[in-house]
């Protein structure tokens, strides 16, 4: 891993945790890191941004509501038991940018990260974990009542 690479990975964690207090926008977080994998518009594309599809791993988890009653603030979150987690990304299928967030996860610390986020309809919810330079994932759906991506 390059110096270059590092740095992203810290500051996209950063950023995510800034957006997630309210203290930074999101539009202000996408300003200051790379825009291009958050901006594709479905599931293949955001998935091959990532380096690919995942396998399937009962050692990810993703902790999300079984039913959200306000789509605009949807408390997700997702872990690994996988050695070697050096990021952690959560997309919901059906969003208009389906990637909605990345984090960079330090060595030695807890691959676990959570946050809230806008879930426009009913949807699996991804968590894809890389680990040991391979991707991972688990999906749960979770149930909106009520949109929050206006649409």
Request: hydrophobic content about 45%; some cysteine.
């Amino acid at each position: 891993m390059n110096q270059t690479r590092r740095d992203a990975l810290k500051t996209t964690g950063a950023f995510a945790t800034l957006v997630s207090l309210g203290i930074v926008t999101q539009s202000q977080a996408h300003a200051a890191l790379e825009r291009a994998s958050f901006e594709v518009k479905n599931l293949a594309d955001a998935l091959k941004a990532l380096g690919g599809t995942p396998a399937n791993s009962d050692q990810v988890t993703v902790v999300a509501p079984d039913i959200a009653e306000n789509g605009a603030v949807v408390p997700i979150g997702a872990s690994s038991k996988l050695a070697n987690t050096t990021d952690i990304f959560l997309i919901v299928e059906k969003n208009p940018m389906p990637l909605c967030a990345a984090f960079g996860i330090p060595a030695g610390t807890l691959p676990e990260v959570s946050t809230r986020l806008k879930m426009g309809q009913s949807s699996n919810v991804i968590a894809v974990v890389k680990a040991d330079g391979k991707l991972f994932s688990a999906t749960k759906e979770t149930k909106v009542t009520l949109g929050g991506c206006g649409g």
